[in-house]
């Protein structure tokens, strides 16, 4: 329900990949932390299919192989079952590879010549914050924008840092996950991409075993999901 009410979570109903990536996403690491790591890497693989940064998937499959006594067996030799596990967490890998071998060209130019996006663009992510603070300083539209902007990048931080002691392997995906879509070079869109991190609905769902905390959780939320679902109906940037 967390998801849901979440303000940015309006782009889950819209013609965007966050939807579909959320629900393979999380169905990946979620069998990668039970351990099952045929279904983690099947849906890892059509993660990485839906959305490039899928193949951040990688990391938290192969933390939990190496963490399930991973580096001991590397130790004493490899069973068949434990190779193959192996193999099933290098699944976002190899739907990279199918990317880049069938529609990375094409993709790479629209991504870059009609969005401004690149990968790990730190000096073009830099001036675009700069020019995004000086509008912020002379129009208040852009100031509400950029204001939802920075609270959905400082949450998305927020939740990371709360989940550390609890689940540091979620913590390490979301902070890459969180990295990939700050530095792409364009200062735009950061709370639709703070939806691929898990610790950003976890952290309410553990607090929101109290009702007080759940009450006000859906009061403060619920108001600005409607406000963002209008603006962007009315055809107001709000993505």
Not at 7 to 15: H, R
Not at 69 to 74: A, C, E, K, S, Y
Request: glycine share 8%; proline share 3%.
């Amino acid at each position: 329900m967390y998801l849901l009410i979440m303000p940015g979570s309006m782009f889950l109903a819209m013609v965007y990949t966050e939807g579909f990536f959320l629900g393979l996403s999380f169905m990946s690491l979620m069998f990668a932390r039970e351990r099952r790591f045929l279904p983690a890497g099947i849906f890892g693989f059509l993660a990485t299919l839906t959305k490039a940064a899928g193949g951040l998937l990688l990391i938290p499959l192969l933390l939990w192989w190496w963490g399930d006594d991973g580096n001991v067996r590397l130790g004493y030799g490899l069973r068949k079952k434990d190779a193959f596990d192996l193999a099933c967490c290098l699944g976002p890998v190899l739907a990279y590879v199918v990317f880049l071998a069938t529609l990375s060209e094409k993709f790479h130019f629209v991504e870059e010549e009609y969005y401004g996006r690149q990968l790990l663009a730190l000096g073009s992510t830099l001036s675009s914050w700069i020019v995004a603070f000086r509008r912020m300083a002379d129009n208040p539209q852009t100031l509400a924008y950029y204001a939802v902007e920075l609270f959905a990048l400082a949450s998305g931080a927020l939740s990371l840092w709360a989940i550390w002691k609890k689940d540091r392997v979620l913590s390490i995906y979301g902070g890459l996950s969180l990295a990939f879509s700050v530095t792409s070079g364009v200062a735009q869109g950061l709370h639709r991409y703070v939806l691929a991190l898990p610790s950003l609905f976890l952290v309410p769902a553990w607090q929101g075993r109290r009702q007080a905390f759940d009450r006000v959780w859906v009061l403060v939320n619920v108001p600005l999901w409607l406000m963002m679902l209008l603006s962007f109906v009315h055809n107001q940037w709000a993505g």
